[in-house]
């Protein structure tokens, strides 16, 4: 039987997401209400400051942590003791490809945990533009202000894009479905995944 999964990241096209069957994760702060998530994904020092000074309130939620976050357990106790009760998982694995945990982004993190943690055989991805545009914006921004220049933008793009094509690759038996609105991605993916257009302009 196949495992599903869903990820909503925070990239404009998390909005073709339409309720389905299967695991659902996001990526720290959810684009919008979702039902049924079993975690929201978090990697940097930065939320986890923002959900411990009480600017971002993810209590609601359980989560998945990084190594970073982790580490900011571990020197902040007062955070973890108040919400050691949301922390579903620690996830530290770094793949060989990926240089350092600063490079690997939410997205890649999330998408990670659920092909190699949840051994899920089918990952439908929603809201992963930058993979396809010159286009970094994410939902998270709106709540958390983040550097989106262009020098810091091409940065990013060029230290995230490679990671893709990698991962596609880790996982040759996982078949991978992206949605977005053209399907030039400007990575080279794999046989093992698929972009989804026609379904966006068929559901409006």
């Known amino acids: 039987m196949t495992k599903t999964a869903h990820i909503i990241g925070n990239g404009e096209s998390y909005r073709f997401y339409k309720p389905a069957k299967g695991i659902k994760m996001t990526c720290n702060v959810p684009p919008m ?90 990952i439908h991805m929603y809201g992963f533009d930058s993979i396809f545009d010159f286009n970094l914006v994410s939902t998270t921004d709106l709540v958390l202000n983040s550097p989106r220049d262009a020098t810091n933008t091409h940065r990013l793009a060029e230290n995230w894009r490679p990671i893709w094509e990698n991962f596609f690759k880790e996982w040759p038996n996982v078949q991978f479905v992206l949605y977005h609105t053209h399907g030039s991605a400007k990575v080279k993916l794999a046989e093992n995944v698929e972009v989804r257009t026609e379904w966006l302009r068929n559901t409006g």
């Not at 996830?91 to 659920?114: E, I, M, R, S």
């Open 33 to 122: 209400e979702i039902a049924n998530v079993y975690a929201t994904a978090i990697v940097d020092f930065k939320m986890c400051r923002a959900i411990h000074e009480g600017s971002i309130d993810l209590s609601h939620m359980d989560w998945v942590l990084g190594a970073r976050p982790k580490h900011y357990t571990e020197k902040q106790s007062q955070f973890y003791l108040r919400y050691a009760g949301n922390i579903k998982d620690f996830y530290l694995t770094l793949p060989k490809y990926v240089a350092n945990y600063t490079d690997f982004n939410c997205g890649h993190f999330c998408a990670h945990y659920v092909a190699n943690r949840m051994k899920c055989d089918e």
